[in-house]
């Protein structure tokens, strides 16, 4: 069993820049690739970005390439998303993934937790 608590949410001026965290429970952090979905108002819920075990294996939505990164930190069993160069499509609730696999997946069926998700606004 893996608990996900998301933080680092706000209200940001288009431009802007957050960074989001993931804090994981349990001792098996490492073994999960970890991802990041997002979900607007009257939207499905769209994958964003994943890291596998090791940080070796990244993947992005071409909506956010360039200017999100995502990280990993097994140590400390956290997962990060960097997110620079906001722009007002990029509003949304955000959720943290935990996938029981090595490689990370963009599909939001194929992973196994969820956190309660966090508030992204970007104003114009």
């Known amino acids: 069993q893996v608990q996900l608590v998301e933080s680092g949410g706000g209200l940001v001026q288009a431009g802007g820049s957050l960074r989001l965290s993931c804090a994981a429970s349990?001792?098996?952090?490492?073994?999960?690739?970890m991802g990041w979905f997002r979900q607007a108002p009257g939207k499905e819920r769209e994958f964003v970005a994943a890291?596998?075990?090791?940080?070796?294996?990244?993947y992005y939505a071409d909506s956010v390439k360039g200017r999100f990164t995502i990280s990993r930190d097994n140590a400390k069993n956290a997962v990060y998303l960097q997110m620079n160069s906001l722009k007002p499509e990029d509003t949304a609730v955000y959720f943290c993934a935990a996938k029981r696999s090595y490689e990370p997946g963009t599909t939001p069926r194929n992973y196994d937790y969820w956190g309660q998700g966090t508030q992204v606004t970007v104003s114009s």
């Open positions: 349990g001792r098996t952090f490492s073994s999960y690739a």
């Open positions: 890291i596998g075990w090791s940080a070796g294996i990244t």
